[in-house]
């Protein structure tokens, strides 16, 4: 009897035309391929609603159901010629309206589905389907009151609708208005109150609002309703690194970790707060496990060496940057890192002989030259530095950090006037390259030439490091040139601010407190300068300047 029940439920459905002439045959197709549709077998189903369409050509029903297969294996084009077909045989078809409406928006051809969905709901002004699509089509392009028209006219006759309820809070939040946003999620919550999508948005849309702990309190919601929302422990723990505390956090992410092993960025995250919590001994353990799984990952491998570093292993921290990809970014980052370790651990000459065996392994990756350079600066060899940086600038003649430090070195090396052209040469090629605007504009000021140019191009440079006490020096420097020490003191205490271990800024604040009479504290910071001084022959002859202005009246 219940077999019985369901074919003839199943007729209902079919076209009329099945009734007549052939019809049998039509049917018999249209249930095998029913039948086949319903197990998964959509080849064999196609063929069958083939041979009942064969039996059945006016059938509107056979073709929406072929057509909604040929949706499901991809072929869009065929599906759309049934439906047109079928839509035209019965003009209110709404199964083969809303079915090409949805293959129109798939395509982005949304000109085309909108007339179809209203075509819907001119049948049924209460279609809560076809408004929900049509809303979806107004609101991927960007129509957002005639969505919310839909969403409320729904709402207009089920106004516990959750689904008019959630698009209209979500859009209202797109909108920026938070307070309609809110208000509509909160009526949502009271019929649905573990709605997690809706326990979401609000945490989000109070982290917009600066409400964090209420933020929270909504994660905290979501996760109660699923526990297993990645999303919302990640925005708890977030919320916690925001706040500083760390250990909550850690917690967090912890508990994330164990939702999904798989996803090691969790463990990266852990790693990174252990380091601020200056728990290196553990970050370094998480780094080295997730190494252990993807050891070619560079990322990792970097924040490694960070933990190492913090920690004081300045030798295993080398070993780590040296295993990076020469090609990589994290390499990258390292040149500007390894001349130091390699000089605070005292390993520059071990550092130049590693740097020439990777020269000798590939010779075309400059930031290796600029790492050797470093190191030949750091010897005092500036001849073997220049030597370096011309081969590096052979191979990438554009390069601003090698055109930089190259200048720096024929600077040191002596030959000012060779160090200015290379600069020159940086600035046609970077013109708000703070480096090369600095450095020219500081050798105007040395020479007490082209005063105003030196300020205005020492000016450009500290519009790009506003924060950099070298340029406040060389800014301080042409006022005291110019005879403007009142300014130039200005500038020189906000450059020994910022840098209060260079000796060069200690040793031109004496000279600005001569100028301005101050002998006391021209004394005192000269004293500064020599104990800040590594140089020898540099201390000598800040020694004999000392003695001058002690031995003045």
């Known amino acids: 009897m219940r077999r019985i029940l369901q074919v003839l439920l199943l007729f209902s459905f079919i076209s009329p035309a099945l009734a007549g002439q052939e019809s049998g045959m039509s049917l018999f197709f249209f249930l095998k391929g029913h039948q086949s549709a319903q197990a998964g077998r959509h080849d064999e189903a196609i063929e069958h609603y083939k041979r009942a369409l064969a039996a059945d050509p006016e059938s509107a029903a056979i073709k929406s159901e072929l057509a909604l297969l040929y949706v499901r294996k991809g072929d869009l084009s065929g599906a759309e010629v049934l439906l047109r077909e079928s839509i035209s045989t019965q003009p209110k078809n709404r199964k083969a309206l809303l079915l090409l409406a949805g293959l129109y928006s798939s395509r982005s051809e949304f000109d085309k589905a909108r007339p179809l969905y209203g075509q819907c709901i001119a049948m049924d002004n209460e279609d809560t389907e076809a408004r929900l699509l ?14 919310i028209e839909q969403y409320e006219t729904i709402l207009g006759y089920d106004d ?11 859009l209202y939040g797109e909108m920026k208005e938070y307070g309609k946003s ?5 009526k949502l919550l009271a019929v649905r109150p573990a709605f997690e999508l809706a326990l979401l948005d609000l945490g989000t849309l109070s982290e917009i609002e600066g409400k964090p702990d209420e933020a929270v309190g909504y994660y905290t919601r979501a996760i109660q309703a699923n526990p297993a929302s990645k999303k919302a422990r990640a925005r708890i723990a977030a919320i916690y690194v925001q706040k500083k505390d760390y250990d909550k956090a850690i917690s967090e992410f912890e508990q994330l970790s164990d939702l999904d092993r798989q996803d090691l960025s969790v463990r990266e995250n852990i790693g990174l707060l252990l380091i601020e919590e200056r728990r290196f001994d553990e970050a370094i353990r998480e780094f080295t496990l997730i190494l252990a799984s993807k050891p070619t990952d560079d990322k990792t491998r970097f924040y490694l060496a960070m933990a190492l570093q913090e920690r004081g292993d300045t030798r295993r921290t080398i070993d780590e940057l040296l295993k990076l ?3 990589s970014q994290e390499f990258k980052t390292a040149t500007r890192m390894l001349p130091s370790l390699y000089i605070k651990a005292g390993m520059v000459d071990e ?10 392994k590939d ?4 930031d290796i030259y600029l790492i050797l350079s470093a190191l030949y600066e750091e010897k005092a060899d500036y001849g073997r530095g220049v030597i370096v940086l011309q081969k590096a600038r052979a191979i990438e003649p554009t390069n601003g950090d090698i055109l930089y430090q190259l200048g720096m070195l024929w600077e040191k090396k002596g030959d000012n006037t060779t160090a200015l052209k290379v600069m020159e040469e940086l600035l046609a090629l970077e013109p708000d390259n703070p480096g090369a605007l600095n450095f020219i504009g500081y050798s105007y000021a040395e020479k007490g030439i082209n005063l105003d140019k030196a300020e205005e191009l020492i000016r450009r440079a500290l519009e790009k490091r506003p924060d950099d006490g070298y340029i406040r020096d060389s800014l301080a420097w042409v006022f005291y040139n110019k005879g403007e020490y009142e300014k130039a003191l200005a500038e020189i205490l906000k450059a020994r601010e910022i840098v209060s271990d260079d000796p ?21 910071s000269l004293r500064t300068s020599i ?8 201390k000598k002859i800040l020694s004999e300047k000392l003695k001058g202005l002690e031995h003045q009246q």
Do not use: C, F, W
Request: charged letters at 30%.
């Open 531 to 538: 104990n800040l001084e590594n140089k020898e022959e540099r």
């Open 325 to 327: 990809n020469m090609k």
């Open 134 to 147: 049509l809303g979806s089509v107004d609101v991927t392009e960007k129509m957002y009151p005639q969505a």
């Open 363 to 366: 010779n075309t990756n400059t």
């Open 351 to 360: 550092g130049i002989g590693q740097m020439e065996r990777l020269i000798a």
């Open 504 to 524: 060069v800024i200690s040793e031109h604040l004496s000279d600005i407190y001569v100028k301005l009479g101050q002998r006391d504290k021209a004394i005192e």
């Open 182 to 186: 809110r208000s509509l999620y909160e």
């Open 160 to 170: 516990d609708n959750t689904m008019a309820l959630y698009y209209a809070a979500r």
